[in-house]
């Protein structure tokens, strides 16, 4: 059962990815190999948070201009 959304910020750009994913370190996963993909390599989570205290909710943070965000669906 595919339970987890993902969505980011790409060099300040808004995505929202379509694809549910099994398991929040998929997500993770993902998002990674889609950064190294645009040439984003060095980047590293800065910060991380829960949206609303909610621990399903959880924002990770590179830069301004780069972060994703991985939510229970």
């Known amino acids: ?8 910020v790409v060099e300040g750009e808004y995505i929202k990815f379509n694809h549910l994913f099994k398991s ?4 993770i ?4 190999r ?25 924002a990770y943070v590179y830069d301004y201009y780069n972060r994703f965000r991985i939510a229970r669906a």
């Open 24 to 27: 929040r370190d998929e997500a």
């Open 34 to 58: 889609y950064y190294d993909n645009h040439y984003l390599v060095n980047l590293r989570v800065n910060e991380e948070y829960f949206i609303d205290g909610n621990k399903h909710d959880i």
């Open 29 to 32: 996963d993902y998002i990674f």
């Open 1 to 8: 059962m595919n339970k987890y959304t993902l969505e980011a």
